[in-house]
């Protein structure tokens, strides 16, 4: 099966690229094996700009026992943790190797890179059926000893939560997508080399990682190379990972353009938001919360932070946030309370949050935050990613570089403004009546900063705009027992079916918290 460019999210998640066919002998599978040749950043860089030149190649399907595989026949694969790459040697990771098949159909080629003083050289990493368990009847299909012509993906394991035992760290797998783990972590969100045409009036093209170039360093880091390839652009990508209580990538991007570009987004981030105290009512669930985010926040380049909750929308919804250099944008996992979730085996309580950090200054551009309507919690619905202002040739090129964290990523109650600790939504108006059905009520609650350390009777205010709708009625005051100030809006919504809402609060001549962004569409409600 080929996957084309405009395949659904969903899918994109679970598949995989390249650029190599597949082809079958009758006495097994055989991969081109070349000998170990030189390698570094900038012939990686120098492949991507040559490939740009040439015509785009569509992939060749899978053929034999590959091509037969389906999803039951998926579930019986097993990498085999006996033959993890590096395992024999003092590195501080373990290489585990994801099988193609289903929709995992085309290989990709993973490749070590090893050093000799300032010389480094790249030979092929070979995978065959011995490197897998196959189990039940499945076994009895796969060709013995057959060498494989790649592989669908790769993970990194490191002794990232016991020193004696390796966990998982890091997976890439399907098209440009990657995910990591910070220590105490479960998998959740995900982030992507790049995108293109997301949720537009063009197809979206979801460009793939199709070669990788692996090494372990001295310093405790893996360093990952990654060939990428689609109809519209090629890149050369870097990643530095470095495990630990958050987990950190430095990420180097390299971009040519074959095609024009509608729209591009750089450092795009993929999660899931179903519902929370917004918009539960809607969920006959006995869960409070269900999602791997809970916001998307964003520190820019003034100083000032904004803390947007995310949403399930009745409809496809897109906000625009204009930034010159942002500091850093990130989708948040705030709320780590297991009894807000009360789900034992998906422990949404642990999935990380992950910030996106510019090493150098990405100039102007929007933030685009895109929310996909879903019923279930298997659908990824959120993206986010940076914009950079002025058009895309083909014939351009561009450089990206930027830091990546994953893990808890808590905010610092001792800082200086409060931040959002809950959004709460319901129906507006006055308890206890019939209230009208264009009202909606909205509760927010602010701790940490010096807000934490004031009194009801000290001088604060509560500072809220309205733009599609009007402000009936504000209160704000500390909650009884505790650190927590809440503001309460009551908004009508006219006429308009999408209301925008920002609130923050002040006094003493300053931003004592975060500014609070929302989206309110009626259908929603």
């Given amino acids: 099966m080929i996957f084309s ?15 190599t066919a597949l082809m079958f002998a009758s006495r097994g599978y055989t991969q081109d094996a070349p000998a170990s040749e030189p390698f570094s950043f900038e012939t990686l860089t120098e492949m991507a700009q040559a490939r740009a030149a040439e015509a785009y190649v569509e992939p060749t399907p899978p053929e034999g026992f590959l091509g037969d595989l389906d999803y039951d026949d998926y579930r019986l694969i097993r990498f085999d943790g006996d033959r993890a ?40 990493m070979i ?20 060498e494989l012509p790649g592989v669908a993906g790769f993970r990194l394991n490191a002794r990232l939560n016991h020193p004696d ?97 509608a729209e591009m987004g750089i450092a795009p981030l993929t999660s899931m938001f179903l519902y929370n105290g917004i918009n539960r009512a809607g969920f006959d669930d006995y869960r409070p919360r269900v999602h791997d985010s809970d916001g998307m926040r964003i ?18 919804a897109g906000s625009y946030f204009a930034e010159n250099g942002p500091v850093s944008f990130g989708l948040h996992q705030r709320d780590r309370d297991f009894a807000n979730y009360q789900d034992p085996e998906a422990h949404y309580e642990m999935r990380p949050s992950l910030d996106v950090v510019p090493a150098t200054d990405w100039g102007p551009g929007h933030i685009r935050l895109v929310e996909i309507p879903t019923d279930l ?41 409060a931040h959002v600790v809950d959004t709460l939504a319901g129906a507006g108006g006055v308890s206890g009546v019939v209230n ?45 027992g505790g650190e927590i100030w809440r503001m309460v809006l009551d908004v009508s919504a006219q006429d308009s079916d999408v209301v925008e809402l920002s609130a923050h609060v002040a006094g003493y001549s300053r931003k004592l918290t975060e500014t609070w962004l929302y989206q309110w569409t009626r259908e929603n409600a």
């Fill in 165 to 261: 035992r390796f966990d998982e760290l890091v997976a890439f797998l399907g098209a440009s997508y990657f995910r990591a783990l910070g220590r105490d972590s479960r998998y959740g969100l995900s982030a992507r080399g790049l995108a293109l045409n997301t949720a537009g009036p063009m197809p979206e093209e979801f460009p793939r990682f199709t070669r990788f170039y692996l090494e372990h360093d001295a310093q405790g880091a893996a360093v990952v190379h990654a060939l990428l390839d689609s109809p519209s652009v090629t890149g050369a990508y870097r990643f530095v990972i470095r495990p630990g209580e958050a987990t950190e990538m430095d990420v180097t991007a390299r971009l040519f353009f074959r095609a024009d570009v």
């Fill in 436 to 480: 009208a059905a264009n009202k909606r009520k909205f509760v927010i609650d602010f701790k940490g900063g010096l807000l934490s350390r004031l009194t009801a009777e000290d001088d604060v205010t509560p500072i809220v705009s309205v733009t599609g709708g009007e402000l009936v009625n504000v209160t704000l005051g500390p909650v009884p």
């Fill in 377 to 417: 919690e298997v659908n990824d619905n959120i993206v986010a990613y940076f914009i950079p202002e002025g058009d895309i040739k083909a014939g351009d090129a561009r450089e990206f570089s930027y830091l990546l964290r994953w893990g808890d990523l808590p905010e610092n109650d001792g800082a200086e403004i």
């Fill in 85 to 124: 790459r590096w395992a024999d040697t003092d590195s501080q990771f373990h290489v585990h190797a994801f099988h193609t098949g289903w929709l995992f159909g085309e290989p990709v080629k993973l490749f070590e890179v090893t050093r000799d003083g300032d010389t480094a050289t790249a030979a092929p």
């Fill in 127 to 146: 995978f065959s059926t011995d490197d897998f368990e196959y189990l039940n009847a499945l076994a009895d299909r796969v060709p013995e000893h057959a």
């Fill in 5 to 19: 460019t405009k395949m659904s999210r969903r899918h994109l998640l679970q598949s995989t690229a390249a650029v």
């Fill in 299 to 316: 520190v820019q380049r003034g100083g000032d932070v904004i803390w947007r909750p995310l949403n399930n929308p009745s409809r496809l």
